[in-house]
């Protein structure tokens, strides 16, 4: 896998986070000079930070066009989504079969979190109902699928800020419950019903949007996800 250059490091994180949070929308021109100039660094920085999000498909790098956020098309959203049932599947077979006590701790913790920010904070409350399936996928001990889930979960970031219909994020956390239930319980049958349903939910919201909010800079953005920002 591609890793960014120490210095590069920083700008990728911040991105990455700003397109997962849905601040950076599908299609925003990511202009490397002034992303320089917000992080202090070079242009070749820049693009190192750049190069790496085009390979896990959340930005558009087009030779002497520059970058811009990855835009996806219907028909990739439905694959990314039938892409994502299978690789959940394997993450709850997987849980459902080790030692879950550690498992729900660390999930748990995590509801948590979510419990915390709903209603409260819209863009970190995206992040952490994001993070939730990464994290399942961390706690199987396989780096090789966590990074799978990982890359596929950032993707439908990209789909629902493209396509998304408004709703209620209490029904993500409803969700999110059952399925520590079924994982807790050790029923691999219900745990993956839990999440097939969760997931066809998420893809039934991922409806057409044709309204295009733009209205802060990428520069304005991105001073918002500078590392002493927090």
Do not use: W
């Not at 090789?144 to 990209?158: G, H, P, T």
């Amino acid at each position: 896998m591609y890793k960014p250059s120490t210095r590069s490091f920083p700008v990728y994180d911040s991105l990455r986070q700003a397109i997962i949070e849905q601040a950076l929308k599908p299609g925003v021109k990511l202009p490397e000079d002034s992303i320089g100039e917000t992080f202090s660094v070079s242009r070749t920085t820049v693009r190192s930070a750049l190069v790496r999000l085009d390979a896990e498909g959340l930005v558009d790098l087009q030779p002497n066009r520059g970058a811009s956020v990855a835009v996806p098309s219907i028909e990739e959203a439905h694959d990314i989504f039938e892409m994502r049932q299978c690789l959940e599947r394997e993450v709850m077979q997987r849980l459902c079969a080790m030692d879950r006590a550690p498992v729900i701790k660390a999930l748990k913790a995590h509801l948590a979190e979510e419990k915390k920010y709903l209603d409260v904070d819209t863009t970190r409350s995206i992040r952490l109902s994001g993070e939730f399936h990464i994290l399942l996928a961390e706690l199987t001990g396989s780096k090789i699928l966590a990074n799978y889930v990982n890359e596929i979960v950032s993707r439908c970031s990209l789909v629902l800020a493209r396509f998304a219909q408004a709703h209620s994020a209490k029904c993500g956390l409803d969700e999110h419950t059952e399925i520590i239930a079924a994982i807790e319980a050790g029923d691999a049958e219900r745990a993956t019903a839990r999440m097939h349903h969760h997931l066809h939910g998420v893809q039934d919201r991922a409806l057409l949007n044709p309204d295009g909010e733009g209205e802060d800079s990428v520069s304005d953005i991105l001073a918002r996800y500078l590392p002493s920002n927090g």
